[in-house]
């Protein structure tokens, strides 16, 4: 999963300078926000800002095998025997977490490693200082304010994996564990700061403060105005991500969820703790594009409004691994139950079921780790736009579902982080009372199938699972 990081530059250059003349700002906008995909990176030259790699994607899972090593290494278990022991005497959340952590191919370390492993030429660049290293956010700041600001914020430092959110610094004994110069990477400052101004040359002729760096996710949560601890939301776009507002403490996961920064304003963290669904958007464009099941993924949706059932039909929608609270990078996608008198119409639905009990699992893991009950979902991301998900999600979950009116919550969060910066509102508070529109999902009416439903889909995980170690297996003996 690699991008061109001088496309990506031009694409948002030019939507920018679009959106600018077409609004009549042209000339004078208050300000820009950079709200990016997380843990997606590059390496570039440090005295030219020419790029050396492209953007791999936070979905790139060729470092699995780099992963799995990792998480056998014997200087990794001592330490996480160690971490174990302090967690035990201390109670520290931090300690708990450590020696919970289990690598996996989303974490930015097993990727670069992965990079520099295969290229020792590129590594011996990074040990000489001659390479940057930045996340999307730290490359379109630094192009667009023309190579004079090198930076990230919190929120897309913690999601590296490389990044301590406990006491807020780089995290060094990961660089000497897995091998990473850490001089290649960008200072952090809050996510509201002052990251310079445009340069004229690269961005429609202006300049412009840059006053806000955040990750995706953490945008779509502070667009919600998911301020109050406890409060949830799903963006359902190539991925479905679970957030939570966790509040001004890191908080420890039993079963692997690492504590992630949703924001940083004046020195006072938020955090949050997420589950993600690698595939939603990307699964049904496969199906739709690819496979050729629908026209389009509005017909998906059509002929998932027509069955009544799934007729005993199981899908599981993990084609780029299952992660919470599994962690199967290697597993994929599976369909069971098919019968001779499966209707094209079951399958869809099954489809759709499959990606609600996945975000139900979600829920409820995160709602026994935390020990809260999660009352409604607040949902947002261009697949929100399914009525037909939006009341299985309902159903699976047993809360109502808010679907926003606005389906791209990261724009509107990261503005809103923007206007805090140049004083257009002082602080989230002001925000809670501007008008916000959702549309209420309730689904009782399908919520004892679900229910019901949900153990055969289990079943078909297990099952799954299976295959996928024995495949391996298989493999390794060819």
């Known amino acids: 999963m690699e991008y061109d990081p001088e496309e990506v530059l031009e694409i948002c250059r030019g939507l920018a300078g679009d959106l600018c003349a077409h609004s009549g700002l042209a000339s004078h906008p208050a300000a820009l926000a950079i709200s990016v995909q997380r843990a997606t990176f590059c390496l570039w030259e440090r005295e030219t800002g020419r790029p050396v790699t492209n953007l791999i994607g936070w979905s790139d899972v060729r470092s699995t095998g780099t992963a799995e090593r990792m998480n056998r290494s014997p200087i990794w278990r001592i330490i996480r025997f160690g971490v174990g022991v302090l967690a035990r005497i201390t109670g520290s959340a931090f300690f708990r977490t450590a020696s919970m952590l289990r690598f996996t191919t989303v974490h930015v370390s097993c990727r670069l490693k992965y990079l520099l492993d295969r290229d020792a030429e590129l590594r011996r660049r990074c040990e000489a200082g001659e390479l940057c290293f930045g996340t999307l956010d730290t490359w379109l700041l630094y192009r667009l304010s023309g190579g004079t600001v090198w930076a990230t914020d919190r929120s897309n430092a913690a999601a590296t994996s490389l990044y301590n959110p406990f006491d807020l610094k780089w995290n060094r004994l990961f660089f000497w564990l897995f091998n990473i110069p850490g001089a290649i990477f960008p200072p952090v400052r809050d996510t509201v700061s002052d990251f310079g101004l445009t340069d004229p040359a690269v961005f429609t002729g202006i300049e412009t403060p840059i006053r806000a760096l955040v990750g995706d996710q953490m945008a779509a949560l502070f667009g919600h105005r998911c301020f109050t ?192 910066g140049i004083g257009w509102w002082r602080n989230p508070e002001e925000i809670s009372r501007l008008q916000q529109e959702y549309e209420v999902f309730t689904n009782q009416v399908h919520e004892a199938r679900m229910q019901g439903g949900y153990a055969r889909w289990r079943a078909g995980v297990d099952a799954a699972r299976d295959f996928s170690r024995r495949s391996a297996r298989i493999k390794k003996r060819r």
């Open 229 to 420: 601890p406890g409060e949830v939301k799903v963006s359902k776009g190539s991925g479905a991500f679970v957030t939570i507002n966790v509040g001004r403490k890191p908080h420890f996961s039993p079963r692997g969820l690492f504590p992630l920064i949703a924001w940083s304003l004046e020195g006072e963290v938020t955090y949050m703790l997420e589950g993600q669904v690698a595939s939603v958007g990307t699964l049904i464009d496969w199906l739709s594009a690819e496979v050729g099941f629908a026209a389009s993924p509005e017909e998906l949706d059509r002929l998932a409004e027509q069955a009544s059932d799934s007729g005993g039909v199981v899908f599981l929608p993990p084609p780029l691994g299952i992660r919470f609270p599994y962690f199967l990078s290697r597993m994929r996608g599976a369909i069971f139950g098919l019968g001779l008198t499966t209707k094209k119409e079951q399958i869809a639905l099954a489809l759709y079921e499959g990606i609600a009990y996945r975000v139900a699992e979600i829920i409820r893991g995160i709602e026994k780790d935390l020990k809260v009950r999660v009352r409604e979902l607040k949902v947002d991301g261009g697949v929100s736009r399914s009525t037909i998900l939006m009341r299985l999600l309902s159903a699976s979950c047993a809360i109502p579902v808010l679907r926003s009116a606005e389906l791209e919550l990261s724009g509107i969060g990261a503005a809103y982080l923007a206007g805090i």
